[in-house]
C-alpha cells in the first residue's frame, strides 16, 4: 500500500487466489478505480512519486522470474517499463532526480547490489554490493538526502539490522540490530528523526507484524 503525497490517494495491491491487482482509491469520493487487472504475477512494491503525478510498481510478468519497474500516470494511461530487474521496492532521493531499489543474483550469483537509478538519463549506478547471506532489502532514503536506510540480513548474528550508506561515499553505519525480530517495509518519519518499520517478532509470537519506531542515528526502537 501506498499513500500519495496530498493525501487523496491510496494504491494497494490486491490477491485473490493468487490473482494480484492494483488498486486506486480516492479518499474524499471512496470510490475505486483498477489500475492493474487481476494475474497471476506478484508486485514487490508500490509508491507514488514525489509530486503525485505518477505512480510506480515493482511486479513480474506471467510466466517470467524477472520483477520489472512500471511507471504509470495517476489519472491513467499505459504503463512504461522503466527497468528490468528490480527485486525490492524503490525509493526516491529528496531531489526527486533518482530513486534506489535493490538487484540480487546479478550479474553474479550470491552477490546482491545497491543500485542508484537516474529518473534524467535512464543509467544506473552500483553504490553497494555484498554477498546475499547479509543482504540489504527495503530501501528508504532520508528525507535530507544524506542517507539511504536498507534493512541488513543477519548483522552480527542479529536476525536483523539497519544500516546506513551514504549516496556520495558508500560508506556504510550499522545504526541498528535487531535480536528480537525480522525487519521490512521501512518509512522514514517526514522530519528526519528515525525510521517507521513492520517487525514480526517474539511479541507477537512470530505469527504477525507490528510497527515499530527506531530512532536515527542512535538506533532507539519503541513499539508504535
Known sequence: VAISPDGKYILSVVDDKGQQSLWLRNVPTDSNTQVMPPEAVQYLGVRFSPDGNYLYFVRGEPGQSLKLLYRAP???????????????????????????????????LGKFRLVVHSLGTGEGKTLVTGNMNQRLFDPAWSPDGKAIVCVMVQPGGAITGLVAINPLTDKQNLFFKSQWGYLTKLVWLPDGSGLLALSNDEETHHSRSRIVEISYPDGRARAV
Open 74 to 108: 495517476v489519472l491513467g494511461g499505459t504503463p512504461q517499463k522503466l527497468v528490468t530487474d528490480v527485486d525490492t521496492n524503490i525509493t526516491f532521493s529528496p531531489d526527486t532526480h533518482s530513486l534506489a531499489y535493490v538487484v540480487m543474483n546479478n550479474p553474479e
